[in-house]
């Protein structure tokens, strides 16, 4: 499965975006679908996640700010933004989880100005 990922761009500080990730194949049967995020000069990390059993994560610092959804008749992740903050600049990754392989998006760049 591809995943096409869109939606990043230059917003001011407190700011929203709303990240979406298309995927070329079902994701019905995915274990897990996340959004990761890697910023200049840093390692890759996970910002938030949905698992098959209806559990999500929330990286502690987009906690009330960021909310992760799928669609899955539409094949597609969403990762809505608000208040965003200068350190949320980075490129996001959608990723799919289907056990025995992993599909990654190819990012979209969001920046935050102050």
């Known amino acids: 499965v591809q995943l096409q990922a869109s939606g990043g761009g230059l917003v001011q500080a407190g700011g929203s975006l709303r990240l979406s990730c298309a995927a070329s194949g079902s994701i019905f049967s995915a274990r897990a679908v996340g959004w990761y995020r890697q910023a200049p000069g840093k390692q890759r990390e996970l910002v938030a996640a949905l698992t098959s059993d209806g559990s999500s994560y929330y990286k502690d610092s987009v906690k009330g700010r960021f909310t992760a959804s799928r669609d899955n008749a539409k094949s597609t992740l969403y990762l809505q933004l608000i208040s965003l903050k200068p350190e949320d600049t980075a490129v996001y990754y959608c990723?799919?989880?289907?056990?025995?392989?992993?599909?990654w998006g190819q990012g979209t760049l969001v920046t935050v100005s102050s």
């Open positions: 990723n799919v989880n289907y056990g025995h392989h992993d599909s």
